[in-house]
């Protein structure tokens, strides 16, 4: 019965390349959320995806971030030409049908942009 | 708009010691969930309770509870009897029907001395 799994745990970039963050939810949760954590902080929001869909995509950046959870295979996180900002930690979570349902959060992946 | 208050920020205890984390939250929604969430030093995200707007009954798990008051926008959570494997960032959390994701507030760092 496993959970919400990340990968990598840990990521290093130095500055201006790509970073591809994993997410697999809980087998049989359609909804996925990511979250950033910057150090010292609490979590924010980032986006909000169903299958093939992105439902909510607020809290995301503007600009060198994007997100999918296409039909088959984990939900992805990119961020393009990473800058030492981005320096945080990325919690997935998912969720069953009903979204008000307790979130069930992955372990995060820690990203350190040198 | 969401917003989710925890007015402390670190909060020290010696071991056998009550102890009472604030949260206060602000929603123009009549429905809504609240959330208690432990992140213990090895980083994952613990859930702990979820609450919905129209049950106000206070809640006990052990040595924990949790106080709801709906006329001081409040949702308070109390350890009875701390235990240094209570050391963690305790956050609290918003969802309503207008914003299904997460909306945090900053945490309240805890610290057990023995």
């Not at chain 1, 169903?50 to 971030?65: A, C, L, T, V, Y």
Request: charged fraction near 25%.
């Amino acid at each position: 019965n496993a959970g919400v799994m990340q990968n990598p745990r840990h990521l290093v970039r130095r500055r201006g390349q790509e970073a591809r963050l994993r997410c697999s939810p809980v087998k049989g949760h359609s909804h996925v959320y990511w979250y950033r954590q910057l150090p010292e902080e609490g979590l924010k929001f980032m986006v909000y995806l169903q299958k093939e869909n992105i439902i909510d995509e607020s809290g995301m950046p503007k600009e060198r971030f994007s997100a999918e959870f296409p039909k088959e295979g984990p939900s992805i996180l990119r961020i393009q030409q990473v800058v030492r900002g981005d320096s945080a930690a990325y919690f997935c979570a998912s969720s069953p049908e009903d979204p008000h349902n307790e979130q069930f959060f992955g372990p995060g992946t820690r990203l350190t942009v040198l | 708009a969401q917003k989710v208050t925890q007015a402390q920020t670190e909060i020290s205890v010696v071991e056998k010691e009550d102890v009472t984390l604030d949260c206060v939250y602000e929603t123009r929604d009549t429905t809504y969930y609240l959330f208690w969430y432990k992140q213990p030093p090895s980083g994952e995200l613990v859930f702990l309770i979820r609450r919905n707007s129209f049950d106000e009954q206070n809640e006990i798990s052990g040595r924990y509870s949790w106080n709801f008051q709906k006329s001081t926008s409040s949702f308070n959570f109390t350890i009875t009897a701390s235990q240094v494997v209570d050391s963690a960032v305790y956050f609290c959390a918003l969802s309503d029907t207008g914003r299904r994701a997460l909306t945090f507030g900053s945490g309240t760092r805890l610290q057990v001395q023995p």
